[in-house]
């Protein structure tokens, strides 16, 4: 018999995710690609350049390894992550 933790891991594996999560996502790309190239053509190359160099130093950022997990908050309040309460919010599941 399947553990209860692998029969979950290969029911996920063959559901897949919803339909909607993967459209969101991809609006979430184009919405971030639209956003980059209005800040080209207003601000030059030179910003956005800076923004993705602050975000790769934010997603690395962590708090040193114990009890508490790095809450990321930098790299929230840069990607504008604070701002979007979605269904793991509600549901309280830590993604």
Known sequence: MLSDSASMASKATIVGSHPLESLCQSV????????????VSTYGTALPLKMDLDRQILSR???P??????SMLGFEAMTGGLEDFGFEHYLN???
């Open 65 to 70: 390894p114990g009890a508490i997990p790095s």
């Open 28 to 39: 979430k790309k184009t919405e971030e690609e639209m956003n980059r190239k209005i800040l």
């Open 93 to 95: 599941d830590p993604r």
């Open 61 to 63: 950022f962590q708090r």
